[in-house]
């Protein structure tokens, strides 16, 4: 299934507008990116069970931050189109499945490990 980069991004954006506003208010010093494929360090750094990484959170969760946190760089959520692209089969699936992608990296963000994040479903 294939998608230009402008409605690949609109999708992560609508599913980002698509969250609570309590939600919303709590993301601090966080970007939310899109790349074509994640790179080897990334790699590494979140390897998946399906070969495929969909997104990737590289930050410092919210319930770890301490008075030491003041001045640091943003986290990182990244969202791969590529490997969206290449596990959905249908335009409705590959919406789905981003926005599943972007609440279970901001799952991390708020401190849920992945064990966690899909015994509920992200």
């Not at 991004?9 to 994640?38: M, Q, W, Y």
Request: hydrophobic letters at 40%.
């Amino acid at each position: 299934m294939h998608v230009d980069d402008e409605e690949f991004e609109s999708a992560v954006h609508d599913a980002l507008a698509g969250l609570p506003e309590r939600f919303l208010k709590a993301l601090d010093n966080i970007v939310i990116t899109v790349a074509d494929e994640p790179d080897e360090g990334q790699l590494a750094r979140g390897a998946s069970a399906t070969g495929e990484l969909l997104g990737l959170y590289e930050g410092i969760p919210l319930p770890r931050r301490s008075w030491g946190y003041a001045g640091a760089l943003p986290d990182v959520i990244t969202i791969f189109k590529g490997a969206h692209e290449r596990v959905c089969h249908s335009r409705e699936q590959l919406i789905r499945q981003i926005r599943r992608t972007v609440l279970h990296e901001l799952g991390h963000y708020f401190g849920f490990d992945d064990d966690y994040l899909h015994r509920h479903g992200y």
